[in-house]
């Protein structure tokens, strides 16, 4: 049997219907004895979670029903109109196709006979295509079927593809379209120079030094009832004093080192002058003027008394010995470094000077009533070149090799800082209504800071050849000067401000004054204004004081 291919058992029979272990109806006791598992029947805590966390995006709106997508046609008109709700609303450059002009009489096949062109009109030919009144001549058939093929049909075809497709070139060639901007639009309106009169022009006044070939400063003091001057520091160890008015010496301090700065107090109550020797800064009275602004000056020095308990100060205050107070010297200042700069307040009690300190103190803050030096910084922010007062606000201006850091002395924080976008800032000038700071550089750029406006150059000229050595304001007159370090070229400018505020302010350029001479590759070395007058003082290389008027 097994053999043939069947069943062993004569019984088995392979056919009976089968038997189904596990049944569909409902049964009392299970298939297994084993007991369910106690996850079966209590919720899982992470679907849990996930519900919630799709629930909570449902509610904020970050989960949303998908939209139903629209029949957006995959095609669309190219050179249809700008509808906002199109397509090509989107466009901001679309060009709407050229419209192929109508066919006029001239195109007829029976033009009249006005259209046609006479003998003399037959040097159609030999024009330029662009100096053509028609790309075609007109012709005159007896029939329509006399008419031939237009032989430019195909090529006009293509350039009417190409207008179609090359839509920027179609811009570019139509005339409608065309920008046509005035040349003269472009440049700014300045106002001519003589209306913008008084300002320095000539040269009234040169005043030769013998033995002196080196300026550093000069400013000016005036009072009311006095002469106004000139002080002028030099290599040669002196301090000079100099009329205005009959360009005469008045006076010399000797002083046995050469002067790097001088600075005259601002307020008209007080005669004194601060100049920077070597380490040492004098306050010199110079005895000029008033006998009663003299005496009242020395009282005012004499009054301070010392405290009982001595202070700890940066520098040193040393009275003049009586030698040194017959010259004029009433104050030293014993500096641990050489002193580059002195500079005063508005109100004339505090003044500061620049130390020439790489990595320590270099500014430092003094106050001539209390003889009483500080040092505002507990770093320095850099190598110092030149620090100002602000003429309106308590702040402190600190010129470093790129930037400008603008101190409120009363929050004692820093307000903002200036980017210069220069190499070296060599100087540093305050507008006397506060708002604008010019500052010169060695890389021959002059940067013009707005202070309301932004922590950037309103303006950065490039004007000059060589390094920029010194730039001032005048006090009165819109006046600025910039003076160049090694040829002898001063460019007065005006900041312009206009009366409509729509229009930016400018520096308008007015006069070129030439008159100095290079020595030892130097030239100009400082520039100040009259304080009352539009006259310009410049120092020079060559030992020269110059008023220009």
């Not at 080192?257 to 009275?285: G, K, T």
């Not at 009663?292 to 010392?306: G, I, N």
């Not at 202070?451 to 009165?476: C, E, G, I, K, N």
Request: glycine share 4%; with cysteine; aromatic share 10%.
């Amino acid at each position: 049997r097994l053999q043939r291919g069947n069943f062993g058992d004569v019984n088995f029979d392979p056919y009976e219907p089968a038997v189904d272990f596990f049944s569909h109806e409902v049964r009392i006791h299970p298939v297994t004895n084993r007991p369910a598992d106690k996850r079966s029947f209590i919720p899982s805590l992470l679907e849990k979670e996930k519900v919630s966390k799709l629930v909570h995006a449902i509610k904020m709106g970050w989960i949303q029903p998908r939209k139903p997508k629209e029949n957006v046609p995959t095609f669309y008109d190219l050179w249809a109109r700008e509808d906002p709700n199109s397509i090509l609303g989107r466009h901001k450059m679309h060009v709407p196709a050229p419209k192929i002009p109508l066919p006029g009489h001239a195109e007829s096949y029976n033009p009249p006979p006005e259209f046609l062109l006479s003998p003399e009109e037959r040097s159609w030919e030999q024009q330029e295509p662009s100096e053509r009144r028609l790309n075609f001549i007109p012709r005159k058939f007896g029939s329509l079927r006399a008419v031939p093929a237009y032989p430019r049909f195909i090529h006009e075809r293509f350039e009417r593809c190409l207008d179609l497709c090359l839509c920027p070139r179609q811009r570019k060639m139509r005339r409608k379209m065309r920008v046509n901007v005035d040349p003269e639009d472009l440049i700014p309106k300045l106002p001519k120079p003589r209306d913008l009169q008084p300002f320095p022009t000539t040269q009234a006044l040169v005043r030769d030094f013998l033995g002196i070939f080196l300026l550093e400063l000069m400013e000016f003091w005036g009072t009311g009832t006095g002469p106004e001057g000139t002080a002028l520091g030099s290599d040669d160890g002196t301090v000079r004093f100099w009329e205005v008015i009959s360009a005469r010496c008045l006076r010399t301090v000797a002083v046995g080192s050469a002067v790097r700065s001088v600075a005259w107090n601002p307020n008209p109550n007080i005669c004194l002058v601060a100049a920077a020797v070597e380490d040492q800064v004098l306050l010199l009275n110079p005895a000029l003027g008033d006998r009663l602004l003299v005496a009242a000056t020395d009282q005012l020095l004499d009054s301070w008394e010392a405290p009982q308990e001595q202070r700890i100060q940066p520098v040193q205050w040393i009275p003049a010995d009586p030698e040194e107070r017959a010259k004029g010297i009433r104050l030293r200042l014993q500096h641990d470094k050489p002193v580059i700069q002195v500079t005063w307040h508005p109100k004339g009690d505090y003044w500061a000077s620049v130390v020439r300190n790489a990595g320590g103190r270099q500014v430092l803050i003094h106050q001539s009533s209390r003889c009483w030096s500080q040092d505002p910084f507990r770093r320095s922010p850099g190598l110092i070149q030149c620090v100002q007062f602000h003429p309106l606000r308590p702040y402190f201006l600190v010129a470093s090799q790129r930037s400008v850091r603008v101190y409120n002395l009363l929050r004692q924080e820093l307000t903002k800082k200036l980017q210069s976008n220069c190499q070296w800032i060599s100087s540093m000038a305050v507008h006397p209504g506060g708002d604008n700071v010019i500052c010169g550089s060695y890389d021959s750029k002059l940067a013009w800071f707005d202070l309301d406006l932004s922590t950037r150059p309103y303006r950065l000229l490039r004007h000059h050849r060589r390094a920029l050595r010194a730039v001032s304001f005048h006090r009165q007159f819109p006046l600025s000067q910039f003076s160049c370090a090694v040829f002898p070229v001063f460019l007065a400018h005006y900041p312009y401000f206009p009366v409509d505020l729509l229009q930016n302010a400018l520096l308008v350029p007015l006069k070129v004054l030439k008159g100095h001479v290079p020595t030892l590759d130097l030239g100009v070395l400082d520039v100040a204004f009259h304080p009352h007058q539009p006259w310009l003082f410049s120092s020079g290389a060559d030992g020269t004081l110059r008023l220009y008027t």
